[in-house]
């Protein structure tokens, strides 16, 4: 392969899932020339550089999903890739925590659904072993689950990008070269960045929050649309941190694909709580009221858009005026942990999820990877994608392997 063409692959999107993705068939196929393009000028700087940093256990995900199987399987290998690479990574444990009587159906529900999943080790604890972990914690019944970690995933995503180059003879991770378009030809595609183009015979589109955009450049109605949600965080001070001792989860909404404003201890032993939930402005848009006109023009010009604000518009409202109001994202902390007060939180990051509507508004769960031609565009890697990572990056192996028929 490769005569004549300036790369057998272009990855686009220098996060995590098209890192694993390159990092995968790289070790497959280690004649196989692979471009990973990223657009800006650093590696993982959107989602993956911008979420808590957990290596989820799976218990939450629907037996049998993509998700509940890619995250089994890659969080075991992101464990030992972090060990083997020198990564910092911590297995923590977490508990999910209920609070009301009303919250325990659905505790018990995701409690079978992680017993399903084979998910080692859960088990359901009272109000006293909910002390006896989380001193600061008040609940009337949760679940812990001893094998959820904490990692940077902007690390791991970094350590990726090294290896490609390391292990792929001619392989290419290049940064601030942004893809704008495609020039089709009969046996390879021109792949058109800011600054030139590159042939390539084969284009994976692992561009996150752009992915629908580039499925659209390659002519494919994806049938959904990425959706922006912004999620802030806050973060505890020096002396407050001593009130979380790993992390702690409420029960989530079944309806939603988030999980609830939770308390991580990260790596760096810093105590992080959020995210909450609002539909952003701006793709790649951080601050509160980023804005930016095309972004928000197709979000609000879509039906599944307003189909998903007619059937979710309390808890929308909800999530918005938290957003805005120190007291009120306070007093979602303090279902948790009733003594932090406001002197015990300071305004931390932000991260923008990608998440797939379907045209009847429905949030679409699952991952998503559709082939079209000499294309196979990933539509939908939302969490846990990052904890899934190399899992995924084994999927994507396996159908560019059969689909692209890799020698
Ligand atoms: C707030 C938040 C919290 C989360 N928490 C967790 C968690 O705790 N655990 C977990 O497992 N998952 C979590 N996730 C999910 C996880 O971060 C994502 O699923 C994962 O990072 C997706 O990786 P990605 O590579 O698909 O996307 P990204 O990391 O967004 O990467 C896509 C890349 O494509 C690039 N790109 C886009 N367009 C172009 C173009 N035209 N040309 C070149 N490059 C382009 C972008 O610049 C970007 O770098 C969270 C997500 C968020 C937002």
New binding site residues.
């Given amino acids: 392969m490769g005569q004549g063409i300036d790369f057998d692959i272009v990855v686009?999107?220098?996060?995590?899932?098209?890192?694993a993705s390159a990092y995968k068939i790289t070790l497959a196929h280690p004649d196989i020339s692979i471009a990973v393009?990223?657009?800006?000028e650093q590696?993982?700087?959107?989602?993956?550089?911008?979420?808590?940093?957990?290596?989820?256990s799976g218990l939450y995900y629907k037996t049998g999903s993509i998700k509940a199987e890619t995250c089994a399987k890659g969080r075991k290998e992101l464990i030992a890739f972090a060990k083997k690479n020198r990564i910092p990574c911590k297995i923590t444990g977490k508990v999910i925590v209920a609070t009301t009587e009303k919250e325990l159906p659905n505790m018990e529900v995701i409690f079978n659904n992680g017993q399903e999943n084979h998910v080692e080790g859960i088990e359901k604890i009272g109000p006293d072993e909910i002390k006896e972990i989380e001193p600061f914690c008040i609940g009337i019944a949760g679940i812990r689950v001893p094998g959820t970690a904490v990692i940077d995933?902007g690390k791991v995503a970094k350590k990726l990008g090294q290896l490609i180059e390391e292990k792929g003879r001619s392989s290419k991770v290049m940064t601030s070269?942004?893809?704008?378009g495609f020039d089709k030809h009969d046996f390879y595609t021109s792949v058109v960045i800011n600054k030139g183009a590159f042939s390539a015979k084969y284009i994976i589109n692992?561009?996150?929050?752009?992915c629908d955009r580039?499925a659209r450049m390659d002519g494919l109605d994806p049938g959904m649309r990425i959706v922006p949600f912004r999620?802030d965080y806050y973060e505890l001070t020096e002396e407050a941190c001593e009130k979380v001792k790993s992390l702690i989860y409420p029960v989530p909404d079944p309806a939603f694909p988030f999980l609830g404003v939770h308390f991580t201890r990260k790596v760096d032993g810093s105590v992080e709580c959020g995210?909450n939930a609002v539909l952003s402005f701006k793709r790649?848009g951080y601050g509160k009221t980023d804005f930016n006109f095309t972004d928000t023009w197709q979000s609000l010009s879509y039906w599944g858009t307003w189909k998903m604000f007619r059937r979710h518009w309390r808890y929308g409202l909800g999530e918005y005026t938290r957003a805005f109001c120190k007291k009120l994202f306070l007093r979602q902390l303090q279902r948790l942990i009733p003594s932090l007060g406001p002197g015990d939180i300071k305004p931390g990051g932000a991260?923008?999820?990608?998440q797939a509507l379907g045209p009847k508004g429905e949030l679409i769960d699952d991952f998503k990877i559709e082939r079209n031609k000499n294309f196979i565009h990933?539509l939908n890697?939302?969490?846990?994608?990052?904890?899934?990572?190399l899992a995924i990056g084994d999927y994507i192996n396996e159908i560019a392997s059969e689909y692209f028929n890799l020698h």
């Fill in positions: 686009i999107g220098g996060g995590i899932v098209g890192l393009l990223e657009k800006e590696l993982a700087v959107h989602q993956t550089g911008h979420n808590s940093g957990v290596i989820h995933f070269h942004e893809v704008i692992c561009a996150g929050l752009q580039i999620g995210p790649e991260g923008v999820r990608a990933v890697a939302p969490s846990p994608a990052a904890t899934a990572s």
